[in-house]
């Protein structure tokens, strides 16, 4: 006889008791005060990690869409080069001067002409764009819509203004500079009459616009022709720059007169040399070579800080050696390269082949005598 075993169901219940009460849900955990203040820590370490690394990314993409509006320039160049058989646009082709003598009045209301002697950009602008008929419509779009994105925030005066500006635009600044040796024409045709201009034959003769002879570099047989500027691959055609900044004020300015006297608003004299109004340094500093310039900026080298905008921060010195800044630069064979400040120095970027070196080395940034040619201190 079997014996069944009773189903779950029916079994006694039995509870035990293990004297023990049950335990509630666990009790929330509190920051400590040296918990919270460690969590503070990490977090401001991170963010002082961090933030320099968004800064940095920014001013990239920053430096990055001004070497785009560079090549964008060279594209204009090239069908500048092409249209105009390898001339280069500058005071003695396509300035102002040469430009406005052929359209009378309207000169100033042209949006094809050139707002100044030294303007370049006009000249390439007008082959893909339509520029403002109003002349200082004109010079706003030129100044305004093509600044480069590094460049500092300063409120910029025009002065000389041929004819009366009303007043009602915030200017940037110029952002863009060509090295003026390559508008220039050499010392043997001083006094030469232009018969015509490049672009305008009909226009009335003028003479032709030539280097001082007490410049750091002197030419003779150079003209404005894109097979004389020397290895289009040394030579700078464009290059980051601002004109100038006034010293002690919180501003810069602009000449807008449309014959401005050797530079106007468009050109530098370049990096080589140590008085120049955009790259210059202050007096007392001392050049890459190692000796103290005589020859000092305007400004006092605070301009640095507003050429060689892409990675700078903080204040300048006015010395070349604190510049952490870099500039980029469009070579006459359409390439864009970034230079800091030493790299940017070399005579043979900012001078067309053969010039003369007329000063002596403390007033250049770099003392290359021993590499020009024997004697003659010739730029290659």
Known sequence: MSIQRPSKSCRPHVRRHTGQARAGPPAPHAFTLIELLVVVA?????????????????????????????????????????EYQEWIPGCNTSGFEVRAKAGGDDGFYNSRVPVQSYDWMTPLLRTTMELPAGFEDRWYDLVNKFACPSLPTYTSIPYQPPIPFDGGHTWSSISYLMPVHFQYWGS????????????????????????????????????????QVGSAGQKICVADGNRYLVPGAAYVDFDVGQDPNQFGSFTSSGAWWSGDTSYGVKAGSKNWTGQAVTKASPAQGLNLALSYRHGQRGSMSGDAHDNKGKINALFFDGSVRRLADVDSRKSVYWYPKGAKVTKGPTELMIDEYSTYAVDQRLIP
Do not use: H
């Not at 616009?209 to 750091?216: A, H, K, L, V």
């Open 42 to 82: 990490i977090i401001a370490l991170l963010v002082s990690i961090l933030l320099p690394a968004l800064g940095g990314a920014r001013e990239s993409a920053r430096a990055a869409l001004c070497g785009e509006k560079l090549r964008g320039f060279a594209n204009g160049f090239a069908t500048y080069y092409a």
């Open 188 to 227: 043997d045709y001083v006094n030469q009459v232009l018969g015509a201009s490049v672009e305008n034959p009909a226009a009335p003769p003028i003479k032709a616009m030539t280097e001082p002879s007490n410049w750091e570099a002197s030419l003779n047989t150079y003209k404005s022709l894109l097979n």
